[in-house]
T-cell receptor, first 114, second 109 residues
Framework: GAVVSQHPSWVICKSGTSVKIECRSL??????MFWYRQFPKQSLMLMAT?????????EQGVEKDKFLINHASLTLSTLTVTSAHPEDSSFYIC??????????FGSGTQLSVL | KQEVTQIPAALSVPEGENLVLNCSFT??????LQWFRQDPGKGLTSLLL?????REQTSGRLNASLDKSSGRSTLYIAASQPGDSATYLC????????FGAGTRLTVKP
C-alpha cells in the first residue's frame, strides 16, 4: 500500500532554534498534504493544508510565520517550526492524499523543546 | 464548519464481544469518511475508507457503515481481541479533513 514517510521521528531542540520536519509520499503523488498537531490526551488538530505549488492554508489560531510549510513537489512537504518554544512541544503528524482520495499518514514526529 | 463527534469517548469490553463505535458529523456534503486506529505515541493506521456514494465497507472483523443524510457512521468490530485495544478515530473529508476526538477502546482478556 501507499506509504508516507515522515522524518525525524524524534527531535529535541533548544528554545529559539528552528526545526524542520519532512513528509514524503513514497509511491504516489500527493496532491494535498495535511499537517496536524496532537497534544497529549487530545485529538489531532489540523494545522494547515497544503497543495503542491501553492501556499498553505492555515487554520485559525495557527501562526503561519511560526509554522512554515513548503509543498514544493508532489512527493514532499516540509513543516518548519521557527524559533521553537517549550509550548510548541507536541506530536506532529503529516498526511497525504493522492488520486485514490485515501488518506495516508506519516508516523509522526515528537518534538520536545527544552 | 464541519464538526465530528465520536461516542463513546472510552469503552471497555471483555474479549470476544462485538462492539459498535459511533461517529457523527454536522455537514453531510462530504467526499468520504475514514476510520483510523491510533496506538499510543504512534501515527494513525487507516482501517476503512467509505466514499460518499457508498454505504458500508468491510475488512476482516471490521465493518463500517455510512449514512450521509443523517450524518452518522458506525464502526462495528466483531469478536473483539485484546490486540484491538487502541484509540479509534473517524475523519470526514470535505474541502478539508476533520477528525473526531476518538474512542479509546480497551479489550480485556
Amino acid at each position: 500500500g501507499a506509504v508516507v514517510s515522515q522524518h525525524p521521528s524524534w527531535v529535541i531542540c533548544k528554545s529559539g532554534t528552528s526545526v524542520k520536519i519532512e513528509c514524503r509520499s513514497l509511491d504516489f503523488q500527493a496532491t494535498t498534504m495535511f499537517w496536524y498537531r496532537q497534544f497529549p490526551k487530545q485529538s489531532l488538530m489540523l494545522m494547515a493544508t497544503s497543495n503542491e505549488g501553492s501556499k498553505a492554508t492555515y487554520e485559525q489560531g495557527v501562526e503561519k510565520d511560526k509554522f512554515l510549510i513548503n509543498h514544493a513537489s508532489l512527493t514532499l512537504s516540509t513543516l518548519t517550526v521557527t524559533s521553537a518554544h517549550p509550548e510548541d512541544s507536541s506530536f506532529y503528524i503529516c498526511s497525504a492524499i493522492g488520486a485514490s482520495e485515501k488518506l495516508f499518514f506519516g508516523s509522526g514526529t515528537q518534538l520536545s523543546v527544552l | 464548519k464541519q464538526e465530528v463527534t465520536q461516542i463513546p469517548a472510552a469503552l471497555s469490553v471483555p474479549e470476544g464481544e462485538n462492539l459498535v463505535l459511533n461517529c457523527s458529523f454536522t455537514d453531510s456534503a462530504i467526499y468520504n469518511l475514514q476510520w483510523f486506529r491510533q496506538d499510543p505515541g504512534k501515527g494513525l493506521t487507516s482501517l476503512l475508507l467509505i466514499q460518499s456514494s457508498q454505504r458500508e465497507q468491510t475488512s476482516g472483523r471490521l465493518n463500517a457503515s455510512l449514512d450521509k443524510s443523517s450524518g452518522r457512521s458506525t464502526l462495528y468490530i466483531a469478536a473483539s481481541q485484546p490486540g484491538d485495544s487502541a484509540t479509534y478515530l473517524c475523519a470526514v473529508r470535505d474541502n478539508d479533513m476533520r477528525f473526531g476526538a476518538g474512542t479509546r477502546l480497551t479489550v480485556k482478556p
